[in-house]
């Protein structure tokens, strides 16, 4: 089992920014281990829609267009975290937003592709 533990949410005013942290750990870690991670986000009473993912070594990232230039994912393989930095925040960021890890792919947009999720952190953007 993988546990994954979001960090860095929080109320934040438009325009603000925050960076939101990942932890993983639960399994046996080494630097052989493959695996992507990603960042979705999901409203109240809205599906859960993909926001960012980053491959195994961090060398290819992938960025939903709503996000694009806002949003930046990255990873440290040594602390088995992944992190989102976002920018420029708008009130319609306020959503939960949850990592999740695949270890049998190279990142992707589509949830079921996941193996683990967090719990979720909550971000709230004031206006």
């Known amino acids: 089992q993988v546990q994954l533990v979001e960090s860095g949410g929080g109320l934040v005013q438009a325009g603000g920014s925050l960076k939101l942290s990942c932890a993983a750990s639960?399994?046996?870690?080494?630097?052989?281990?493959?695996?992507?991670l990603g960042w979705f986000r999901q409203a109240p009473g809205k599906e859960r829609e993909f926001v960012a993912a980053i491959n195994w070594s961090g060398g290819n990232t992938y960025y939903a267009d709503s996000v694009k230039g806002r949003f930046t994912i990255s990873r440290d393989t040594a602390k088995n975290t992944v992190y989102l930095q976002i920018s420029s925040l708008k009130p319609e960021d306020t959503v939960v937003y949850y990592c999740?890890?695949?270890?049998?792919?190279?990142?992707?947009?589509?949830?079921?592709?996941?193996?683990?999720w967090g719990q979720g952190t909550q971000v709230t953007v004031s206006s």
């Open positions: 639960g399994r046996t870690f080494t630097p052989f281990t493959r695996y992507s």
């Open positions: 999740a890890a695949d270890f049998r792919g190279p990142g992707s947009i589509n949830s079921r592709e996941y193996d683990y």
